[in-house]
């Protein structure tokens, strides 16, 4: 069973930075796709970010375009996502998420459409 590991969250004030990162348990796992998701208090869990394997595409929620930025690191088998220019609404448990095989571009910003999850990691922001 492969297990994500998320790190990273913590406290900033808006218009900081934060930089999450989550590393799969096996070092044999290969992703078809990586996901960023988050839930605030009280709210439905959202999609964030996404990267598929195939064709090295990226997918953002309209919300964090451009101040966020997903990015893998096959080498230490890792998915991170740098934000910046953080803002209140940011404020959420951040949850990375693992597919196996192959999805369909359309299917990224499912959260059903994900294998595994990691435990999640609370970013707070504060004005």
């Known amino acids: 069973q492969v297990q994500l590991v998320e790190s990273g969250g913590g406290s900033v004030q808006s218009g900081g930075s934060l930089r999450l990162s989550c590393a799969a348990s096996e070092r044999t796992f290969s992703s078809g796709a990586w996901g960023w998701f988050r839930q605030a208090p009280g709210q439905r869990r959202e999609f964030v970010a996404a990267w598929r394997r195939s064709g090295g595409n990226t997918a953002y929620a309209d919300s964090v375009k451009g101040r966020f930025t997903i990015s893998v690191d096959d080498s230490k088998n890792m998915v991170n996502l740098q934000m910046t220019n953080l803002e209140p609404g940011d404020t959420a448990i951040y949850y990375c998420?693992?597919?196996?095989?192959?999805?369909?571009?359309?299917?990224?910003?499912?959260?059903?459409?994900?294998?595994?999850w990691g435990q999640g990691t609370q970013v707070t922001v504060s004005s």
């Open positions: 998420a693992a597919r196996v095989s192959r999805p369909i571009l359309s299917s990224l910003s499912v959260g059903s459409q994900y294998d595994y």
